[in-house]
Nanobody, 118 residues
Framework: QVQLVESGGGLVQAGGSLRLSCTAS????????MGWYRQLPGKERELVAS???????IYADSVKGRFTISRDSATNTVSLQMNGLKPEDTAVYYC????????????WGKGTLVTVSS
């Protein structure tokens, strides 16, 4: 089992910045990818950014140039630096890990709320 603990959400004014962090712990064999998703009210969960162990980092078009994802493999931590926040970024942000032992399993954090006021 892998547990994910998120931190860093909160309330910020438009144009401000927040940094989200997520640390994976437990019985970890191989993490294939770590990333952040968000869910806006009444909408489906959507990818914000993802960083695989090998391969290119992926960003949603709506956050390119404003958000930066980074990963520390030594501590199994993924962070999301969010700059130039907009009211439309208001959502619950979820950490997601693809973990491989025998099978590949997706783990989700509980979510952290980001509110951007205009």
């Amino acid at each position: 089992q892998v547990q994910l603990v998120e931190s860093g959400g909160g309330l910020v004014q438009a144009g401000g910045s927040l940094r989200l962090s997520c640390t994976a712990s437990g019985t970890i064999f191989r993490i294939i990818s770590m990333g952040w998703y968000r869910q806006l009210p009444g909408k489906e969960r959507e990818l914000v950014a993802s960083v695989p162990t090998t391969g290119a980092t992926i960003y949603a078009d709506s956050v390119k140039g404003r958000f930066t994802i980074s990963r520390d493999s030594a501590t199994n931590t993924v962070s999301l630096q969010m700059n130039g926040l907009k009211p439309e970024d208001t959502a619950v942000y979820y950490c997601r890990v693809f973990h491989k032992n025998v099978y590949t399993t997706t783990y989700w954090g509980k979510g952290t709320l980001v509110t951007v006021s205009s």
